[in-house]
């Protein structure tokens, strides 16, 4: 059965007067419309297209790509508010729907909200939640310390960045390990740094264990230097804030990283900075 919300590669079977129709292995059916088909799509030939109702509640297909998939959780805008529930633009010619049921508070147009995209299973509908802590759950981990990790950053405390794990887990980054510009919504890649005893997880963007964090910074110094066209006027005595304004990196970091280049020959350390060779 075509599951509503996801991507999915499909056989062209044949072309008829409203577009193209598409059919699984188990031979179901679906349209692709015409606004999506282009001189290369022939039958026989694949296409990988994302599955939803329509406007007039048909199953349909779409090459367009939208800003979130089932099970999944993404920053939207909030479209329209209405008599039935709030419309997020979700990429699709069709709004997202989020009941009020589903509304932590009351959305408001023009607004932005971390949702969840789920599948209403008795009407078979697509529909968003803003009641996010709802789907997340640390009782039962399926990561473990130095895995990397999905992100998407749900808020900001007095602490840190609240963020969601691989779209499953709660986490938080420390407010005093964050060396870039960080905003909520923002989709990054992080490593389990520490689960403590109560399920609780420690966050790091950067890669956990000296070397893997001395080669991600290693590799970011090196491309630096070559966008620079060989020398960056940054030494392992410059301050921390220079440092992370240029990297986004910690001061101590930075030095490892320095220290690996050097040792395999691959920079100079000059007084006024560091060239590449």
């Given at each position: 059965m075509?599951?509503?919300?996801?991507?999915?590669?499909?056989?062209?079977?044949?072309?008829?007067?409203?577009?193209?129709y598409?059919?699984?292995?188990?031979?179901e059916?679906?349209?692709?419309?015409?606004?999506y088909?282009?001189?290369?799509?022939?039958?026989?030939?694949?296409?990988?297209?994302?599955?939803?109702?329509?406007?007039?509640?048909?199953?349909?297909?779409?090459?367009?790509?939208?800003?979130?998939?089932?099970?999944?959780?993404?920053?939207?805008?909030?479209?329209?508010?209405?008599a039935?529930?709030a419309?997020?633009?979700?990429?699709?010619?069709?709004?997202?729907?989020?009941?009020?049921?589903?509304?932590?508070?009351?959305?408001?147009?023009?607004r932005?909200y971390?949702?969840?995209?789920d599948?209403?299973?008795k009407?078979?509908?697509?529909?968003?939640?803003?009641?996010v802590?709802?789907y997340?759950?640390?009782?039962?981990?399926?990561?473990?310390?130095?895995d990397?990790?999905?992100?998407?950053?749900?808020?900001?405390?007095?602490?840190?960045?609240?963020?969601?794990?691989?779209?499953?887990?709660?986490g938080?980054?420390?407010?005093?390990?964050?060396?870039?510009?960080?905003?909520?919504?923002?989709?990054?890649?992080?490593?389990?740094k520490?689960?403590?005893?109560?399920?609780?997880i420690?966050?790091?963007?950067?890669a956990?264990?000296?070397?893997?964090?001395?080669?991600?910074?290693?590799?970011?110094?090196?491309?630096?230097?070559?966008e620079?066209?060989?020398?960056?006027?940054?030494?392992?005595?410059?301050?921390?804030e220079d440092?992370s304004?240029?990297f986004?990196?910690?001061?101590?970091?930075?030095?490892?990283a320095?220290?690996?280049?050097?040792?395999?020959?691959?920079?100079?350390?000059?007084?006024?900075g560091?060239?590449?060779?």
């Open positions: 075509l599951e509503q919300g996801k991507h999915v590669e499909l056989n062209i079977l044949k072309r008829a007067v409203f577009g193209l598409l059919t699984d292995d188990s031979g059916e679906v349209l692709l419309p015409n606004k088909c282009t001189e290369e799509m022939k039958p026989g030939g694949k296409v990988i297209v994302f599955i939803y109702r329509d406007s007039e509640g048909r199953t349909v297909a779409t090459t367009l790509t939208p800003k979130i998939n089932l099970h999944e959780f993404a920053l939207l805008k909030v479209s329209e508010v209405t039935v529930g419309f997020l633009d979700w990429g699709l010619e069709k709004d997202l729907m989020v009941p009020f049921r589903e509304q932590k508070q009351k959305m408001e147009e023009g932005w971390i949702v969840y995209l599948l209403d299973q009407t078979d509908r697509l529909f968003a939640s803003n009641r802590e709802r997340l759950q640390n009782d039962e981990l399926l990561v473990k310390e130095g990397e990790v999905d992100l998407v950053v749900q808020q900001k405390t007095d602490l840190g960045y609240v963020v969601i794990i691989n779209h499953k887990h709660k938080l980054i420390f407010d005093n390990e964050v060396f870039k510009e960080v905003r909520v919504g923002d989709k990054l890649k992080g490593y389990v520490n689960i403590r005893d109560d399920n609780k420690d966050v790091s963007l950067q956990i264990g000296y070397r893997g964090a001395n080669d991600a910074n290693s590799e970011l110094i090196l491309t630096k230097l070559k620079y066209d060989g020398f960056i006027a940054l030494t392992d005595k410059s301050t921390p440092i304004t240029q986004g990196i910690s001061k101590k970091a930075f030095k490892k320095l220290g690996a280049l050097y040792k395999q020959r691959l920079i100079e350390i000059q007084p006024t560091i060239r590449l060779l």
